[in-house]
């Protein structure tokens, strides 16, 4: 891993970074949603910065240095990789049946952009009647539950029953139940 392409992805990310933050110092209430992405902008400005104070600090001649590189790039790719085998596992297990004592929480079976579209469509952007109901179908104990918890959600944003975006939000409920 070459030290200036290093230092050019960090800088790049806390560009980044600050440009999200203008745009957010304009609104009056910051939502979850967009917290949790700026978070994730610091925890990869954070790995790469240790990356980056190792190889500065490592004194070595060029040799030592270029075998410090391939080490480095040598634990990435298998960071990588096994970071690509955790999510193939992961996706397996979301296929498979639950047979786990504890569930994963039920915001967790959203991505980022599904949450983007629930939140703006289906509650009109009211971030915490959206947490609020989220917390609520991981509450539940069955899918009845949860059910009837939407009922009063659905009737108070009027959700129409055949939107792509209701009928999605349905099928992770339904998902997370089976």
């Keep these: 891993m070459n030290k200036k392409q290093l230092r050019k992805e960090i ?3 806390i560009d980044s970074i600050k440009k ?9 209430h910051i939502p979850q949603l967009e917290l949790e ?4 902008k610091v925890e990869r400005l954070h790995d790469k910065s240790v990356i980056y104070n190792y190889l500065h600090s490592v004194s070595a ?6 075998e410090t590189d391939k080490k480095i790039e040598t634990k990435t790719t298998e960071s990588l990789q096994n970071e690509e085998t955790d999510t193939i596992q992961e996706a ?3 296929d498979a049946p639950q047979v786990q004592k504890t569930k994963p929480e039920f915001k967790s079976l959203i ?13 009109k952007n009211n ?8 917390q609520k179908i991981n509450d539940c104990k069955n899918i009845k539950e949860a059910h009837n918890a939407l009922n009063d959600v659905r009737q108070k944003y009027n959700w129409k029953d055949d939107s792509k975006t209701t009928e999605a939000f349905i099928a992770l409920v339904k998902k997370y139940f089976s």
């Design 11 to 13: 800088q790049q990310l």
């Design 20 to 28: 999200h933050s203008d745009e957010l110092a304009a609104m009056e």
């Design 37 to 40: 992405l700026i978070l994730s």
């Design 61 to 66: 001649t060029d040799e030592d240095e270029k």
């Design 92 to 94: 397996k297990k979301e």
């Design 111 to 123: 991505g980022l952009n599904q949450k983007f579209q629930f939140a703006a469509e289906l509650f």
């Design 127 to 134: 971030q915490a009647d959206f947490s609020e109901v989220l």
